[in-house]
């Protein structure tokens, strides 16, 4: 979750109104894939431990099931804020909200996966 926010924050950040694919997109893209490739099986194993062997089916298909329609409602938003953007051509301005939005709902996930964290620590 650390790497997939800095991708989205550091895209927000670098962007500028015409971003540089070399110094904007490329990090970005490189810090999200890796936080998809790395957070993927520690959500699954984090998701199903602790249950039956007999119910890990029905588990990773609850996860599966719960990611994709979290998915689909953040772009139903999402395509909601940008529907009044307007096209921007190669000016990044107009899409600055929407990756507001990504950046804000990928900084609550890296909070709601931290609070474990720190209680754990507290005992």
């Known amino acids: 979750m650390v790497s997939m926010t800095l991708g989205y ?39 199903t431990e602790g249950i039956d062997d007999s119910e890990q089916g029905l588990a990773s298909g609850l ?25 921007g051509g190669a000016d990044f301005t107009p899409y600055r909200p929407g990756l507001n939005l990504i950046t804000g709902v990928a900084v609550i996930g890296l909070l709601l996966n931290l609070v474990p964290v720190l209680r754990l620590r507290r005992r």
């Open 9 to 47: 924050v550091w895209f927000l950040v670098s962007a500028g109104s015409s971003p540089d694919y070399l110094l904007s997109m490329f990090p970005s893209l490189v810090l999200l894939g890796g936080g998809f490739a790395f957070g993927y099986g520690a959500i699954m194993a984090q998701a």
């Open 63 to 87: 996860v599966q099931t719960s990611g994709q329609v979290g998915a689909a409602l953040v772009l139903a938003v999402l395509t909601a804020v940008l529907s009044g953007a307007g096209d």
